[in-house]
């Protein structure tokens, strides 16, 4: 018998539609100059359940919201749910990874008018922010969990404790003070 050398390609792999790079983000959102850029991500847990976390970049202020499942129609409405009652000036941007629940990230991009950016494939760690924002959450929502037995008024209680714990990245102000002054500044 001969072995072949197995060909790998990203065939079977669902591409992103329209995806714009992390590395074409304007420079600010880098330096977390301003309230209003977000990072976001999915918790997942047993059953298929999964949350959608949003943690803004400057304020490190988290918003979670309930999905029905992980397909991308079901994650962004789930997105939109949580940033349409911000002001349009705190909706800027978003930066996700390469997971198929953003393919229809347009329609973020239409309902909420913010741009959406993309991390480099297998690199979660440019999106620190909100990775270190998910571990933190594992104390309230640990793995192994289903996350469907939680509600939307028990994930806000648990944004309300994230978010107002004092940080000392944030000179021990809470999240919530810092994004409340954010909002102050640009509305």
């Keep these: 018998m001969f072995r072949h050398a197995r060909n790998h390609h990203n065939s079977g ?31 997942i847990g047993t059953l298929a359940s999964a949350i959608v976390t949003l943690v803004e970049r400057k304020s490190r202020y988290t918003l979670l919201g309930k999905t029905a499942d992980k397909k991308s129609i079901s994650v962004i409405k789930a997105v939109i749910d949580q940033l349409a009652g911000l002001p349009s000036s705190i909706r800027q941007t978003l930066t ?29 760690w440019q999106k620190g922010t909100n990775e270190n924002t998910n571990g933190l959450l594992r104390q309230y929502l640990p ?8 509600s939307q008024e ?28 954010g909002v102050a500044l640009t509305g």
Excluded at 34 to 41: A, F, P, Q, S
Excluded at 143 to 150: F, I, Q, R, T
Excluded at 157 to 175: S, W, Y
């Design 13 to 43: 792999k669902q591409q992103i539609p329209n995806l714009k790079s992390i590395w074409d983000r304007p420079k600010e959102i880098k330096d977390r100059q301003y309230v209003g850029h977000w990072e976001g991500d999915m918790i």
């Design 154 to 181: 028990q994930l806000d209680k648990i944004a309300l404790q994230l978010n107002t714990r004092p940080r000392k990245i944030l000179g021990f102000k809470t999240p919530l003070e810092v994004f409340q002054t």
């Design 143 to 150: 793995k192994g969990k289903n996350l469907g037995l939680y």
């Design 96 to 124: 996700w990874d390469r997971g198929h629940e953003m393919s229809k990230h347009h329609l973020l991009t239409a309902q909420c008018n913010m741009s959406v950016y993309f991390c480099d494939a297998s690199s979660p």
